[in-house]
């Protein structure tokens, strides 16, 4: 069965000979297949291919953060800075006619792990991860029959923060430096560390709240990156 999102296909069983649309189809038969996740029928993460070399930028001003500081009054949460002078090959990902719907790329760090959660403001983002340290990303689906138990802190709008007893989880991929995922962010993701002590995690984050994470697909299958 495919599951259909916002007019789009969102998934495919790929144990399926038919394949319901061309965008399904190009799945199934290029590599990528692996990288999306049919668990639920979302799909909430792909690796981009085709690496682009470096990113060269200025970082500049904090732009917003959400955490708190913990007992030694030091900040923990995700920071994200504004960035000056970036190179022109990020850019290259998404066809010129669309770029202008995405916001300006900003330079995303984590200090802590992040528990499940939506994005404020954000629903699809490319992930261009500079020192990643060993984390697993993982995301989740709300459980059925069970209601929701989630909490806002300072500066979530839209997004929230959600109790693991009411999700499932969907996957997870750990990225390794200098690649880029996209990510499905309105759908509830979190980050964890696999080493004993976590380590500052560092990633330009490209992000639109006007393109779903389909939407996206399509963009980096025209621009040929995906
Ligand atoms: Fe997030």
């Not at 010129?96 to 760090?109: D, E, G, H, N």
Request: proline share 5%.
């Amino acid at each position: 069965m495919a599951q259909w999102i916002n007019g789009k296909i969102a998934s495919v069983n790929i144990g399926r000979k038919k394949l319901e649309s061309s965008l399904a189809h190009h799945f199934y038969n290029i590599d990528t297949v692996r990288h999306i996740n049919y668990h639920n029928c979302i799909m909430c993460f792909a690796k981009i291919k085709n690496p682009i070399g470096e990113c060269t930028f200025i970082e500049g001003e904090v732009y917003k953060e959400y955490g708190r500081p913990n007992d030694d009054g030091i900040f923990k949460g995700l920071r994200y800075s504004k960035m000056y002078d970036i190179s022109e090959n990020i850019y290259d990902l998404i066809p010129i006619r669309y770029r202008s719907k995405f916001y300006p790329p900003l330079l995303m760090r984590i200090n802590s792990n992040v528990p499940p959660h939506t994005d404020s403001g954000v629903i699809t983002s490319i992930n261009w991860y500079l020192s990643p340290s060993k984390c697993a990303t993982t995301f989740y689906s709300f459980k059925t029959n069970q209601n929701v138990i989630s909490h806002k802190i300072e500066n979530q709008t839209n997004g929230s923060i959600f109790d693991k007893s009411c999700l499932d989880i969907i996957g997870h991929f750990v990225a390794e430096p200098n690649d880029i995922w996209l990510l499905n962010v309105g759908q509830p993701h979190g980050v964890e560390s696999l080493l004993p002590k976590l380590e500052i995690r560092t990633a330009i984050v490209w992000q639109t709240n006007e393109f779903s994470f389909n939407d996206v697909v399509d963009m980096l299958i025209e621009t040929g990156h995906l």
